[in-house]
Nanobody
């Protein structure tokens, strides 16, 4: 079992930026990628970004945040960061950290989820 701890989030003005972080612990040998999904009220969970944490530098960014999102990692710390710029009210959602093998993560078929952190964009 992998445990995921998220930080960051909160309220931000339209056009602002924020940074979300997620650290993994536990059975980290059972994963090779970490990433983020989000879910807005009344909508399905949506893929945001993913990054390999071992075996390469592969990064995927979801269409809805492409050009505004950057995902990075801290090697040897099993920590990833999601930087979101140019935020708009439609970015308001609960953001969930996820960890698994990359193919499963991209498919949303994830074994390990964080508890989620609320991002609210206003103004």
């Amino acid at each position: 079992q992998v445990q995921l701890e998220e930080s960051g989030g909160g309220m931000v003005q339209t056009g602002g930026s924020l940074r979300l972080s997620c650290s993994a612990s536990g059975r980290t040998s059972r994963m090779n990628a970490m990433g983020w999904f989000r879910q807005a009220p009344g909508k399905e969970r949506e893929f945001v970004a993913a990054i390999l944490i071992s075996g390469g530098d592969t990064i995927y960014i979801g269409d809805s945040v492409k050009g505004r999102a950057t995902i990075s990692r801290d090697d040897a710390k099993y920590t990833v960061h999601l930087q979101l710029n140019g935020l708009a009210p439609e970015d308001t959602a609960v953001y969930y950290c996820a960890a698994d093998y990359l193919a499963r993560l991209r498919a949303g078929n994830v074994n390990s989820w964080g508890r989620g952190t609320q991002v609210t964009v206003s103004g």
